[in-house]
């Protein structure tokens, strides 16, 4: 009848306990081998750590005119195009902060670093090539974001002020980065925004032109007031010829006559080139021309309306980005500093020694396991050998 795999685990706790002299040296040794080199071999490790995130100050006037650049956003030419993608670039600030983690991971800031604490020494490093050196920087530099959407940046050395004094220099060029990236945003912005300026005014100047031209060519200024004076004049000559010509037909011939005559050919003429008269001013207009051109008129009115706002808001941005560009603070505000930590953050000593415990145990059962097992005539021994030719079945 084969054991149970109780009956095996007791025999095996037996044969320890029967070899107990040899399982308690089993078990010290790695354990203090483990220990030591934990303690007095494995190099300490500590931990600065500092958390900080950005500000961005601006006044009211910068304010407004982020108000007229969502406004200028709106504008027909811009709208859905390409413009309003390049804007949505220029307006955007969250990209600087991941410019500052992109930033923390090139060779310029990991020479910036070696250079100002000669870690090339401090970390004994033989290599000609520069790029090892970097590598183990980039291992005890990280940069990133927390949970709280803060920027949290840790520094691991083997001396607590060494890696304070790192954090605080990381601190001071990543807050230089920051500003000049936010005047170089600025700058960016400011020169887009006066190239868009400049075309606007060109394309008011073309359009008022256009319009100019247009109500000059055709004499239509105001549709309804000179509809409203064609109207009147032509009623008032419309009565006027019927009056005459009701008159001519009960006169006979006559100096009179011929008087009322002249008056109704001057009438006809007048109708018939109504355009070429005024009444209080107004030019009148040619009926059968008047719905074109009054359509002509209101689609010209409306470019024209529609290129003044494009042209005011550009202005007012323009004008908010350049105060924006004397009065605008951007830097790091720093919420936890690092400071002179000295507890060790590695190598994590309890955990360590309590694997190695655990290995230890194992490795003493397994030996003192072997031994009774070698020595071959007990009833344990057969009780192992079965217990191990199963092992090897599995």
Avoid at 26 to 47: D, H, N, Q, T
Avoid at 258 to 274: I, Y
């Amino acid at each position: 009848m084969e054991p149970s795999l109780f009956e095996t685990l007791l025999k095996i706790a037996i044969c320890c306990v029967k070899r107990k002299g040899f399982f308690i040296v089993s078990l010290a040794m790695p354990s203090l081998i483990a220990a030591f080199v934990i303690w007095f071999i494995l190099e300490p490790r500590y931990k600065a750590t500092a958390i900080f995130t950005t500000t961005q100050t601006t006044s009211g006037v910068a304010n407004f005119g982020m108000s007229a650049m969502s406004e200028f956003l709106k504008m027909p030419g811009l709208g859905g195009g390409g413009g309003s993608k390049i804007l949505g670039s220029l307006l955007s600030q969250d990209n600087k902060e991941d410019l500052l983690v992109a930033y923390s991971k090139s060779w310029e800031f990991y020479d910036n670093i070696a250079k100002k604490f000669d870690l090339a020494n401090h970390y004994k490093v033989k290599s000609k090539y520069k790029a090892d050196l970097y590598k183990i920087i980039s291992k005890n530099i990280d940069l990133d974001w927390n949970k709280d959407d803060m920027l949290e940046l840790s520094v691991e050395d083997k001396d607590f002020k060494m890696a304070r004094a790192i954090n605080d220099h990381i601190v001071y060029l990543l807050d230089s980065t920051y500003a000049v990236l936010g005047t170089h945003s600025i700058n960016k912005k400011r020169k887009f925004f006066e190239l868009q300026l400049d075309s606007a005014t060109k394309d008011l100047l073309a359009i008022e032109e256009k319009f100019i031209k247009f109500q000059n060519d055709n004499r239509f200024y105001d549709f309804s007031s000179q509809l409203t004076a064609t109207m009147e004049f032509l009623t008032s000559r419309s009565i006027a010829k019927i009056a005459v010509d009701d008159e001519l037909g009960h006169k006979g011939q006559s100096a009179q006559h011929e008087k009322l005559r002249l008056h109704l050919s001057n009438l006809d003429n007048q109708l018939q080139k109504s355009k070429e008269y005024r009444n209080n001013t107004v030019p009148l207009l040619e009926l059968d021309k008047a719905p074109e051109l009054a359509v002509q008129h209101t689609q010209l009115e409306l470019e024209l309306k529609n290129q003044f706002m494009r042209y005011l808001n550009l202005l007012q941005i323009c004008e908010s980005v350049k105060f924006e560009e004397m009065d605008r603070t951007n830097a790091i505000l720093r919420i936890s500093s690092a400071w002179d930590n000295p507890k060790k953050s590695s190598p994590p000593r309890a955990a360590l020694m309590l694997i190695a415990i655990g290995v230890s145990v194992v490795l003493s059962v397994f030996l003192c396991v072997f031994a009774e097992w070698h020595k071959g005539d007990s009833n344990s021994s057969r009780l192992l050998k079965n217990f191990f030719a199963e092992l090897r079945g599995l």
